[in-house]
């Protein structure tokens, strides 16, 4: 598998998952999500990161999941509404679409889901309202984001990954973006950088503020593939690279209707009453 893969309930620690980026608490995120894969006949389990576009739908990368999910069982990990106590719910299916994957799960059952601002949101923000008037939804081109402000927020590994299951602690890493093709972009980390990406941190939000009169974080894509020092090869292919060898990191971008028809297809209505409630 591409992700950091252990055995039965073990966690194995490469590094921090962001280093120096700015810090945060995960109940001013409420969105961000753990998710845990399981192969049911090896006892493997690898972890990333995923975002709540609703209370039955999560968001995360394709990397998250092996070719055949035949024997593959999951989890997402979810902190209650203005809390720090967390829940675990059951993936009951998923959807994979170019890079991306949609998990259809156990419905997190909370009274007033979502509060209106200055409550955090309880779901990621996503390029489109429900709307009788209006186009609801629009592509994201890459080209478009190169000069937007832009940021990643994902969960900061502890050293100690036994803990992964319980940790709080949240990195919001701001980057500078580039269309690489398709879409795809990349960021890269130089000497100078604040931050960067580690393994636990595949299919975390990648985040942009594409209305500058709004000013208001939307999700844009996730994190896809992280590449290491001195190689072209997918850092996260192999066991050899430390998380202090990632020098570019790669995103998956909503710039096509994947995006939009795998919505459709995993619990359309959810999500869009969610966007509704949450902003």
């Known amino acids: 598998m591409f992700l950091k893969t252990v055995v039965a309930a073990s966690l194995v620690a490469f590094a921090l998952s962001m280093y120096l980026a700015d810090p945060a608490k995960w109940n001013r995120h409420q969105y961000l999500v753990k998710v845990l894969t399981k192969d049911v006949k090896t006892g493997e389990i690898s972890t990333c990161t995923g975002s709540l576009l609703s209370p039955s739908v999560v968001l995360t990368s394709s990397k998250c999941f092996p070719e055949d999910r035949k024997n593959t069982a999951a989890q997402v990990i979810i902190t209650k509404k203005d809390s720090l106590d967390i829940m675990n719910k059951a993936m009951l299916a998923v959807r994979i679409d170019e890079g991306l994957a949609l998990m259809k799960i156990d419905a997190v059952d909370e009274e007033h889901f979502c509060d209106k601002e200055p409550h955090p949101p309880r779901v990621a923000r996503l ?6 008037t209006e186009a609801t939804y629009q592509n994201i081109k890459p080209k478009h984001l190169q000069d937007s402000r832009c940021r990643v927020v994902a969960f900061k590994t502890n050293d100690d990954v036994e803990k ?5 602690d949240v990195q919001v890493l701001e980057l500078d973006v580039r269309a690489d093709e398709d879409n795809l972009m990349f960021s890269e980390i130089n000497a100078n950088s604040t ?16 209305d500058e009169e709004e000013n208001k974080w939307h999700q ?25 060898d ?34």
């Open 246 to 279: 990632v020098q570019t990191m790669q995103f998956v971008v909503f710039g096509d209707n994947t995006f939009a028809h795998a919505i459709e297809n995993v619990d359309k209505s959810s999500v869009f009453e969610a966007q509704d409630k949450c902003f």
């Open 220 to 244: 844009v894509g996730v994190v896809n593939g992280l590449f290491g020092r001195d190689t072209d090869q997918d850092t996260n292919s192999t066991l050899t690279f430390s998380c202090s």
């Open 127 to 132: 390029n489109f309202k429900p709307s009788l």
């Open 164 to 168: 992964f299951a319980t940790s709080t």
């Open 195 to 210: 931050g960067r990406l580690c393994w636990d941190d595949i299919g975390a939000p990648l985040e942009c503020i594409i």
